[in-house]
């Protein structure tokens, strides 16, 4: 179980699942119990789980924490639909997913069936939402189109693994002139949207469990945001959700 505090607290985040016995039921209950600073804003945490398929035993521990934290602190527990995968998706297992979560006594702030103020809330009504904060990064520069081809991509690997380093992009487009730019869109060769990764230094988080964990920027390479074919990949979809609902803290 880890958490992640959006709002940079320097605080613990602490949860006991304690046992104990009911009599009455003959049978084994849980009480929990949390507690941290969310660092002066209010508590709003998320349940994003994907229609796929039926909830898990899984899904539903992690729903249950963040309900208890956000309950436990006077917060807002959202309930997000994350149905970017159309094929695997149906309203069928959404449904089933709510009805379960009804039926664990879980009970939602914001969602699809009640609505709230930041939403829509499921990820298939957002891509018009996507696609705006995509096109803002490539204006400030941050991002920048990739016009590799697959075979490229994977020459690229095949480079890495042979150097046993990690397999991150080495294409020429992040330093690609404007005119080269204007040459592959005036051709109508297809491209992808990938984020501008700084190649020093480290990314940080303060994780309320685990403490503050890092990475080398020069390990994870400049990813993809949008695919070729323009749709959001899941991990830009999740950050857009999370910094516009005002989302305080990932329990997952």
């Given at each position: 179980?880890?958490?992640?505090?959006?709002?940079?607290?320097?605080?613990?985040?602490?949860?006991?699942?304690?046992?104990?016995?009911?009599?009455?039921?003959g049978r084994r209950?849980?009480?929990?119990?949390?507690?941290?600073?969310?660092?002066?804003?209010?508590?709003?945490?998320?349940?994003?789980?994907?229609?796929?398929g039926n909830l898990?035993?899984?899904?539903?521990?992690?729903?249950?924490?963040?309900?208890?934290?956000?309950?436990?602190?006077?917060?807002?527990?959202?309930?997000?639909?994350?149905?970017?995968?159309?094929?695997?998706?149906?309203?069928?297992s959404e449904e089933?997913?709510?009805?379960?979560?009804?039926?664990?006594?879980?009970?939602?702030?914001?969602?699809?069936?009640?609505?709230?103020?930041?939403?829509?809330?499921?990820?298939?009504?957002?891509?018009?939402?996507?696609?705006?904060?995509?096109?803002?990064?490539?204006?400030?520069?941050?991002?920048?189109?990739?016009?590799?081809?697959?075979?490229?991509?994977?020459?690229?690997?095949?480079?890495?693994?042979?150097?046993?380093?990690?397999?991150?992009?080495?294409?020429?487009?992040?330093?690609?002139?404007?005119?080269?730019?204007?040459?592959?869109?005036?051709?109508?060769?297809?491209?992808?949207?990938?984020?501008?990764?700084?190649?020093?230094?480290?990314?940080?988080?303060?994780?309320?469990?685990?403490?503050?964990?890092?990475?080398?920027?020069?390990?994870?390479?400049?990813?993809?945001?949008?695919?070729?074919?323009?749709?959001?990949?899941?991990?830009?979809?999740?950050?857009?959700?999370?910094?516009?609902?005002?989302?305080?803290?990932?329990?997952?």
């Amino acid at each position: 179980m880890a958490a992640s505090n959006f709002m940079g607290s320097s605080s613990r985040l602490r949860i006991g699942l304690l046992p104990s016995v009911t009599p009455r039921l003959g049978r084994r209950a849980l009480a929990a119990r949390a507690s941290a600073d969310s660092g002066g804003g209010p508590v709003r945490v998320r349940f994003a789980p994907s229609p796929t398929g039926n909830l898990h035993v899984g899904g539903a521990r992690t729903a249950l924490f963040n309900y208890l934290f956000a309950r436990s602190r006077g917060g807002k527990f959202v309930l997000r639909v994350e149905d970017t995968d159309l094929e695997r998706s149906t309203k069928k297992s959404e449904e089933a997913v709510l009805s379960d979560l009804s039926w664990l006594g879980l009970d939602w702030d914001e969602g699809p069936d009640i609505g709230g103020d930041f939403g829509p809330y499921r990820q298939s009504e957002r891509n018009a939402l996507y696609k705006e904060h995509a096109q803002k990064l490539m204006e400030s520069g941050a991002v920048y189109r990739c016009f590799c081809s697959n075979e490229e991509l994977e020459k690229m690997k095949e480079t890495a693994n042979r150097m046993k380093i990690p397999p991150v992009y080495m294409g020429k487009w992040a330093t690609a002139s404007d005119a080269e730019v204007q040459q592959e869109l005036e051709k109508g060769t297809p491209y992808t949207y990938r984020f501008r990764v700084p190649k020093d230094g480290s990314l940080k988080i303060n994780d309320l469990i685990r403490g503050e964990v890092s990475w080398n920027l020069n390990t994870l390479g400049d990813f993809v945001i949008m695919r070729s074919n323009g749709q959001p990949v899941y991990n830009f979809c999740v950050t857009v959700d999370d910094a516009t609902m005002r989302i305080s803290h990932v329990i997952r």
